[in-house]
């Protein structure tokens, strides 16, 4: 089989950590208003408007990094069954990340449409991982059935 | 698409995991070969027939409707 772009299956756990390391920072960021004092590029003119701290930039790659590497470490035993099972989570999640930014799109307008949209980048990731893993559960869970 | 898996692997007498070993993919992958939930790769194929000592084709069988 040729090998795909999938990264080793250490990452699961090195991505999982990074996000959960990341999420309070980003949480720390948007709501109560974090910053690491040295992170702060210059200081601009308008500090209502314009933010030029590094922190919540940091933070948010940070959660984005850490799923990323979640979604794509291989699992310990990778096939071509899974591959396909691979494709097709990920298909469902592009689906439901554009479901989400639809209704998104009329149900918020204005700063919190941007908010949204905001969270939005994470959609797709996250719907990839839940259905994927679902799948593999149901699998899982079928074989054990099967056998008893 | 109609297989003849299990058939053989009864006459050969061996289990789901011990062919997934055979022929390098996980149990589940056999399993859903099987059930026909799942269509192999050639590659596969090639390899599950050689495990049978038997043709593809004898393995596998195309029906109506593929």
Known sequence: MKKGFLLPSVFKPIGWITFLVFLPFAIACLYYNFSIPWLQLYYPENPSTDDYNLTNELAFAGVIIGLLMVVFARLKHEDEFISKLRLESLQWAVVINYAVTLVSLFAFYGMTFFAVLAYNILTILIAFILKFYYSMYILKKNLAREEG | ?66
Do not use: H, W
């Not at chain 2, 192999?40 to 599950?48: C, D, G, H």
């Open chain 2, 1 to 66: 698409m109609k297989n003849t898996i299990r058939v053989q692997r009864a006459i050969k007498n061996i289990t789901q995991a011990e062919l997934a070993d055979l022929v390098q993919v996980s149990r589940q992958t056999i399993n859903t070969i099987e059930s026909g939930k799942y269509v192999p790769s050639t590659v596969l194929a090639l390899k599950i027939a050689r495990v049978f000592n038997i043709s593809v084709e004898s393995v596998f069988e195309l029906e109506e409707g593929d």
